[in-house]
Structure formats: C-alpha cells, structure tokens
C-alpha cells in the first residue's frame, strides 16, 4: 500500500522547536516533490513549503519563512520539516503529500500531489 505518515508533531510552547517526518512506504520518494501543508480549526489549508526530488530547490510560505527548513533524506524514503521558533499562529494539522515530478509547482501545489498524509497535529500553546 501507498502512504505517507507524519509524526512528531505534538504541544510546544510559543519559541520552541518540532521536526515533522513524512515517512514514505510503498513507493520511493525519489521521484517526488515533498510539499507541507497546514490547516488551522476555521481556516483553509495553506501551502508552507515544499522541497524538490533532487531536493535543491525549496519554497516558503512567507509565514514561515526563516524559521522553517524542509529537507529529505531519500535513503530513509523520508521528508522533514524542521519548525522552528514557533507562534501560537502556526498552531494547525500539519500535512505532508508528494506529487511525481522534479519540481514545485509553488502556488499550485495541491493540485500537483498524488498521495497525503492523514496529518499529525501541532499545537503552539503556553
């Protein structure tokens, strides 16, 4: 079976840190974008960032940039995203989801993805 499954989200103070994974079975990452998504209670999903197959180009929304980094370590078949000085605002289910192809379709992401995570919950809180 084709899945992704995020983990490491969880309670963090406003400032704090968390490292989402995006664990893929069934199929290689290798040939995939690796896109982010969140979705805050009453609020559309919003595009965070997403990162190339070769994993050399990577895009940010400007809500999180300069404090998140997305990266991939294709040997582990897994995506990252590191967040980090976190706000109450970045409080969301995060997702993760991969599209076949080399790169970001950055601002027309959701489209692009073929397979999604179920989503791992982060909540900003003190």
């Known amino acids: 079976q084709v899945q992704l499954v995020e983990s490491g989200g969880g309670l963090v103070q406003p400032g704090g840190s968390l490292r989402l994974s995006c664990a893929a079975s069934?199929?290689?990452?290798?040939?995939?974008?690796i896109a982010w998504f969140r979705q805050a209670p009453g609020k559309e999903r919003e595009d965070v960032s997403c990162?190339?197959?070769?994993?050399?180009?990577?895009y940010y929304a400007d809500s999180v940039k300069g404090r998140f980094t997305v990266s991939r370590h294709n040997a582990n078949n897994t995506g990252y995203l590191q967040m980090n000085s976190l706000k109450t605002e970045d409080t969301a289910v995060y997702y993760c989801?991969?599209?076949?192809?080399?790169?970001?379709?950055?601002?027309?992401?959701?489209?692009?993805?073929?397979?999604w995570g179920k989503g791992t919950l982060v909540t900003v809180s003190s």
């Open positions: 990162i190339s197959s070769s994993g050399r180009s990577t």
């Open positions: 069934g199929f290689t990452l290798d040939y995939y974008v």
């Open positions: 989801a991969a599209g076949v192809g080399p790169e970001c379709r950055w601002g027309d992401m959701g489209y692009g993805m073929n397979y």
